[in-house]
């Protein structure tokens, strides 16, 4: 009887003793809180650590898309031939980055905004899509994050090699490193990393890493190549548009 007075006891104990504090305010082991409360710290606008200049190649994007699915830059016939084109600018975490960050204001982009970006950014709906969710954490307004990435993408020189191809190649990602260096003297190796993946390991884009002030920097945990691209050699899709060569060499 003794005993079993105790165990009930102990059990009343259990059952109303207070909670341990990291359980009261959220925090997991070691004293961190839980991922909601870190995506709400980490989404602030005008809080990140740098900038990842996205260069998409046109043709692997194309390539991928269903064939019910209409967009301008992958239209052949009497189309303008893209290879690679602003994705978007996105502000990055030294590990991790902020998206969809809370602002003032509905995340409007003005039409006239759009239209002026389609030259390099192809799509409209793409332009709205870029500022909502990187944009807006940039702590910029939509003509100031689209200025920024209008003069950080004509700051880069794309390498010979990439500009209209109108035949497919192999290529390395460390090659493509080494062409953006060589063809830009302000870039380092540890400034820019290379993206593959689909049927046939195509190349998929090229993240360029800027500061906040918009000079080349060394680019953080995302931009890892070993995150981005394993591969030993990559296929990379001619342009799409672009006529074919003749038996003699020349376009027709």
């Given at each position: 009887?003794?005993?079993r007075r105790i165990a009930l006891l102990a059990l009343a104990a259990a059952l109303f003793a207070p909670e341990p504090a990291a359980a009261q305010y959220g925090t997991g082991p070691g004293g961190r809180a839980p991922y909601e409360r870190r995506d709400?710290?980490?989404n602030v606008p005008g809080r990140f650590d740098y900038y990842a200049l996205v260069l998409s190649w046109s043709p692997t994007f194309c390539a991928s898309l269903p064939r019910d699915r209409y967009e301008p830059q992958c239209h052949r016939r009497g189309g303008r031939p893209y290879a690679?084109?602003?994705?978007?600018?996105?502000p990055q975490h030294e590990r991790?980055?902020?998206?969809?960050c809370p602002t003032r204001q509905r995340p409007f982009v003005p039409q006239?905004?759009?239209?002026?970006?389609?030259?390099?950014?192809?799509?409209?709906?793409?332009?709205?899509h870029e500022y909502r969710k990187h944009g807006?954490?940039?702590?910029?307004t939509p003509e100031g994050y689209y200025g920024l990435a209008r003069r950080l993408y004509n700051s880069v020189t794309i390498p010979q090699r990439f500009v209209l191809p109108n035949n497919d190649f192999t290529v390395s990602p460390d090659a493509v490193v080494r062409a953006f260096v060589e063809a830009n003297p302000t870039?380092?190796?540890?400034?820019?990393?290379?993206?593959?993946?689909?049927?046939?390991?195509?190349?998929?884009?090229?993240?360029i890493c800027f500061n906040r002030d918009g000079g080349p920097t060394r680019c953080g945990r995302n931009e890892e190549q070993d995150r981005l691209c394993r591969a030993?050699?990559?296929?990379?899709?001619?342009?799409?548009g672009m006529p074919a060569p003749s038996s003699s060499g020349r376009r027709i």
């Open positions: 009887m003794i005993l709400q710290e980490r690679f084109v602003l994705h978007g600018l996105w991790g980055w902020p998206e969809n006239p905004l759009i239209d002026s970006m389609l030259d390099i950014m192809p799509s409209s709906r793409l332009v709205i807006t954490c940039s702590g910029l870039l380092r190796p540890d400034m820019l990393a290379v993206a593959c993946g689909g049927p046939g390991n195509r190349l998929r884009e090229v993240r030993s050699n990559m296929h990379v899709p001619p342009a799409r």
